[in-house]
């Protein structure tokens, strides 16, 4: 299994920016892709990204579309996801997952067996 370990959130301003890194350890990634997940107080944990290991196709969900953008940096091992013009809305505890999968890209958590610990954004209006 992949470990997974997130950094990179905190507070900002609407109309803001953050990174978030994922970096990841114990296998190869060639055969996998990578997500980022995210969970507002109260509501279940959403799709935000995700970006497939080899050939870094990528998906998004429709409200993050234009301001997001999820890559990876392979010497590292390492999967980011850049976030711009941040919403109150956007706020929510963000995680980083992998899955291997073959073909294509998956939004299904099902699809991820590995998950990180979780980090906090915070979007203040």
């Known amino acids: 299994q992949v470990q997974l370990a997130e950094s990179g959130g905190g507070l900002v301003q609407a109309g803001g920016s953050l990174r978030l890194s994922c970096a990841a350890s114990?296998?190869?990634?060639?055969?996998?892709?990578m997500g980022w997940f995210r969970q507002a107080p109260g509501k279940e944990r959403e799709f935000v990204a995700a970006?497939?290991?080899?050939?870094?196709?990528?998906d998004y969900v429709d409200s993050v579309k234009g301001r997001f953008t999820i890559s990876r940096d392979n010497a590292k091992n390492t999967v980011y996801l850049q976030m711009s013009s941040l919403k109150p809305d956007d706020t929510a505890v963000y995680y980083c997952?992998?899955?291997?999968?073959?073909?294509?890209?998956?939004?299904?958590?099902?699809?991820?067996?590995?998950w990180g610990q979780g980090t906090q954004v915070t979007v203040s209006s």
């Open positions: 997952a992998a899955g291997q999968r073959l073909y294509g890209i998956s939004r299904r958590r099902a699809d991820f067996e590995s």
């Open positions: 114990g296998r190869a990634l060639t055969s996998y892709i």
């Open positions: 970006i497939k290991w080899r050939g870094g196709s990528t």
